[in-house]
């Protein structure tokens, strides 16, 4: 099963967001998009959302479900 997550981080945060860029390259999550991010650990991306949003950003993540 596949999870996604959206983001979206304050500009402010340009280190940090460099940073969760090169974590989620080296956990072996796919990028769809430039905040959108594709991954097999839903505890992962739980991590990577609570990190977001203590930075003062969003996040959202989602069961991936093809459905046609």
């Known amino acids: ?3 996604v ?3 979206d981080m304050p500009r402010s945060e ?3 967001r460099r940073r969760l860029h090169r974590e989620l390259v080296r956990s072996g999550a796919e990028m769809v998009q ?3 991010w594709k ?7 739980t991590d990577v959302g609570i990190r ?5 950003g969003s996040a959202a993540i989602l ?3 093809f459905l046609f």
């Open 39 to 45: 991954s097999d650990s839903l505890k992962f991306l």
């Open 5 to 7: 997550i959206v983001f």
């Open 52 to 56: 977001i949003r203590k930075l003062g």
């Open 14 to 16: 340009q280190t940090e």
């Open 1 to 3: 099963m596949s999870f």
């Open 34 to 36: 430039d905040s959108f």
């Open 63 to 65: 069961e991936e479900k």
